[in-house]
Every structure is written in structure tokens, then in C-alpha cells.
């Protein structure tokens, strides 16, 4: 068990320089306990490997790349994270479509 609130930790401190950081710490402030368990919840496919790390990078260029939600910081910053996890530039430039 210390080693998943380590690992917790980890991604906790990891969250912090994301965009989420301000409702984090918002949550932690609230409620510690929970706000850690949303962490661990939110992050297992990241951290476990139920997903491929390419897979879930291409998904978040499409999130961010879609009309409803158009970021194009967070379209550049997935595009990057997807090429360095494997992703072709075709396949990147297909998630944006």
C-alpha cells in the first residue's frame, strides 16, 4: 500500500505543472483522502498500461482538436507527447481531423 500512495504522490506532484493543477489543489484543500483517489482513479490507465501510452496521446489530440473544444495548446502539447510515445505524423495529423 505505500507503494500506490507513493506512486500517488508521484502523480500528484507530476499534476501539479498540468492545467488541472488549480482544481487539484482546490480538491485537496477540500478533501485530501478523495481528492488522492480521484488522482489514482483518473491515472490507472497512464500508470497500469490498460491502454498503450500512443493510443491514449492520439485520443487527447482528437479531444483537444475538436470543433466542440478547439485548444490549441493542448493540441500542440498532445501532438508532441503522441510523437514521442511513437505516433507517426500521419497519424497525428489524423487525430486532428
Known sequence: MASESGLAKALISEQ???PWAVALNKLREWDPAWAEH?????TKPWTDGV???KFIELVSVGLNASRTNLNPEGTRRYIRTALAA??????ARRACL
Not at 480521484?38 to 483518473?42: A, E, G, P, W
Not at 511513437?86 to 497519424?91: I, K, L, N, T, V
Request: proline share 12%; with cysteine.
Open 86 to 91: 511513437g505516433a507517426s505524423r500521419p497519424a
Open 51 to 53: 491502454l498503450p501510452a
Open 38 to 42: 480521484c488522482v489514482k482513479l483518473t
Open 16 to 18: 501539479s505543472a498540468s
